[in-house]
C-alpha cells in the first residue's frame, strides 16, 4: 500500500529566530519514500540539516521575522500489515543488554524513574516478565489516563500524568516509558505519522502520534498505549529518551504558531475494470 503524508505549519515571528525541525521521515524508511518529504519553506531560506546523536534527521533554518510558512508533501510505500505482536519476547537481564540500550534505562526529563519506581513494582511485579509485563504496563495505562487535548501541558511529565489521570499521546507514551524502565526493560520515546488506516476515522484534527519501542528478545517492538493495540501505517519520524529529544520543533525566540496541519491518508488503490 502507499501512504501520502505531510504538514502545513505556519509560524508568526517578531524578528528573525533560529529553529531546528525534526520532522523528516526517520532513515530507516528512507529507502519506502516513492518521493521524499522535501522542507519547503515560504518565502524560502536557507535550510541545513544533520543527523542528532539518536541517528534523527533534522533541519536547521532562521525563519524570517513576519509569517514563515513550513510544508511537505510525501508518497511512502508501506507494507500494510498490523505492528508485531509476539507474546514470547523475552526480557533480557540488565548484565545481558547491548551497551546501546542501556541509556533507555535512566531517568529522563519526561520520565522520572525515581518517583515512579515503587509504584511500578507494587502495580507490575508479580506479572511475567517480557511481552506479557509491557503489555500489562500499557493497558494499565490505557485505562488510567483520559485522552483530552484540552489536557496537553508540554511540561507534563510521566509523574504528573500518572497523578492527574489526563494527558495526550505523549503522556500516556511517557507514563509507560517510564514504568518500563523502573522493571529494568530498556523504552524509548518515538514521535511518527500514524493516520486512521484499518480502524474507525477518529473526528478530529489529525497530529503527528507519540508511542514508545521496547527492547525484548533482542530486538525493538512497538508499543502505543494511547491506542493499545496494533496500528498500520505508522510512520516513524523520531525516536530518543522522551519528547525533549524529538522536539518537532525547537524555536530560539519568540513565535506564535498560528496554523497546523496533518496529514496520514492511504492511497486508494485504482479500480480494475
Known sequence: MQIKLGYDLVYQCPQPTPMILTLHVHYTRASDLVYPDHLRTDPPVPVTMYRDGFGNWCSRLVAPAGLFHLYTDALINDRGVQEPVVPGAQQHPVEQLPEETLVYLLGSRYCETDLLSETAWALFGKTAPGWPRVQAICDFVHNHITFGYQYARPTKTAWQAYN???????????????????????????????????????????????????????????????????RIGRVLIARGRDAADVALTTTYGLHELKSFKVWTDEVPKPALH
Open 164 to 230: 492527574e489521570r489526563q494527558g495526550v499521546c505523549r503522556d500516556y507514551a511517557h507514563l509507560a516509558i517510564a514504568f518500563c524502565r523502573c522493571l529494568n526493560i530498556p523504552a524509548r520515546y518515538c514521535t511518527s505519522y500514524l493516520g486512521d488506516i484499518g480502524v474507525p476515522a477518529v473526528d478530529a484534527p489529525m497530529d503527528f502520534a507519540g508511542s514508545m519501542e521496547v527492547f525484548l528478545g533482542g530486538q525493538w517492538y512497538t508499543f502505543d498505549p494511547r491506542n493499545n493495540q496494533p
